[in-house]
Structure formats: C-alpha cells, structure tokens
T-cell receptor
Framework: DSGVTQTPKHLITATGQRVTLRCSPRSGDLSVYWYQQSLDQGLQFLIQYYNGEERAKGNILERFSAQQFPDLHSELNLSSLELGDSALYFC??????WGRGYTFGSGTRLTVV | ELKVEQNPLFLSMQEGKNYTIYCNYSTTSDRLYWYRQDPGKSLESLFVLLSNGAVKQEGRLMASLDTKARLSTLHITAAVHDLSATYFCAVGAEANAGGTSYGKLTFGQGTILTVHP
C-alpha cells in the first residue's frame, strides 16, 4: 500500500456521462496531483492542488475539473465524456522532505463506451 | 516548456546482459525521479536524485544524475526476467521559495524493457 488511495479502481460509463474520481493523499502530504495515462499521450499532468488551493494546471480539458477538500482528499470530475477520455487516471501526493518524493495511487481505469 | 526524452523506447535484453537507459531533459532541474510500472499497475518509485553527481543503487539498478548535461542514466546490470517492465524518468518542477513545496512532475515517454532467458 503506497499510502495514496484512489477509488474506484475501475469505471465503465457511456459517452456524455459524468464521473467523479476520488483520491486520498499519503498522510502528511499537502499536495495532490492528477495525471492521465493513455497509449497515445503517455503520462500527462492535469492539475495540482496544494492545501486546498489550485497550484498548477496542465493539459486539462474544460470538461474536467478538480478540487481539494479541507481534509486534503481530492476529486477529479470528468463530464460530457468522450471515447477518447478512456485512460488510466493517477493521483499522486507529495510533501515533507525532498527525499519523500512523489507517491502514486493505484489508479482508476476509466472506460467510456 | 520542459521536455523529457528517454531512449531507447523499447529495449529487448538477454538475461545476464548490461544496458543503460538515458533520460535527457531540456531545462535546469536538480530533481530527477525514476519509476517502474508493470502493465496496468501503478508507478513504483525507484530512485530520487536531488543533486548533481548523485548516484544511487538498488540491486541490479543504478541511477545517476548530471545536471550540467541535463542527463540521467539508469544502468541495468546482469538483467533478470523480473526486471521486465516500463521505466519512466520524470523531472520535478522548481519548488517555491522556502523549498518545501513541490511542483509537478514531467515524464519521459517510458522505456519498455523486456528481458529474455
């Protein structure tokens, strides 16, 4: 167990629908990052939150949004889903000393049909 | 924009052989990370390299960082089948002043390593 918990592990949904992915960071970590992994795009950074505030944005579509709550868990909302949104979505957390690095959760595999 | 390039992208090795994966990046950074990923699984942290000249070893894997050349290497010694996986390098963004806040990671394309008997 890496300490970063993601739910659900698998999600199958239809085009046009909306889903929410959840992430609980490793204890003590204030930063949460969301990444999308697909065969054609590789590992793409979507968004970072630090202690409840948005810190950095990457290649995140307007149909996607995220937030980090006071208890530091984060949610990634994906709406108006398209077939091309099918991917593995990872959450990672970081914080504390530099040597702790970044820890990744087990991911949510999203399949849009 | 930071670019991270790995080569080779595909590596087929025989057991017992040695090889090196290269990771080049385009802007100054002294935070370089190596991860391993098995198919459909999460990213497992292998090495954290935080300064020029850093060298770390774990089992048959050794990683090094040359910040002047903007190059990190992952050397595999006497490969075994269990090392078959995809290996990613990633560069950490500069922290805020104060040094306790991480920025995002930018990943290379990944190197798919297959070790044959």
């Amino acid at each position: 167990d890496s300490g970063v918990t993601q739910t659900p592990k698998h999600l199958i949904t239809a085009t046009g629908q909306r889903v929410t992915l959840r992430c609980s960071p490793r204890s003590g970590d204030l930063s949460v990052y969301w990444y999308q992994q697909s065969l054609d795009q590789g590992l793409q950074f979507l968004i970072q939150y630090y202690n409840g505030e948005e810190r950095a944005k990457g290649n995140i579509l307007e149909r996607f949004s995220a937030q980090q709550f006071p208890d530091l868990h984060s949610e990634l909302n994906l709406s108006s889903l398209e077939l091309g949104d099918s991917a593995l979505y990872f959450c990672a957390s970081s914080g504390g000393t530099w040597g702790r690095g970044y820890t990744f959760g087990s991911g949510t595999r999203l399949t849009v049909v | 924009e930071l670019k991270v390039e790995q080569n080779p992208l595909f590596l087929s090795m025989q057991e017992g052989k040695n090889y090196t994966i290269y990771c080049n990046y385009s802007t100054t950074s002294d935070r370089l990370y190596w991860y391993r990923q098995d198919p459909g699984k999460s990213l497992e942290s292998l090495f954290v390299l935080l300064s020029n000249g850093a060298v770390k070893q774990e089992g048959r894997l050794m990683a090094s960082l040359d910040t002047k050349a903007r190059l990190s290497t992952l050397h595999i010694t006497a490969a075994v089948h269990d090392l078959s996986a995809t290996y990613f390098c990633a560069v950490g963004a500069e922290a805020n002043a104060g040094g306790t806040s991480y920025g995002k990671l930018t990943f290379g394309q990944g190197t798919i390593l297959t070790v044959h008997p």
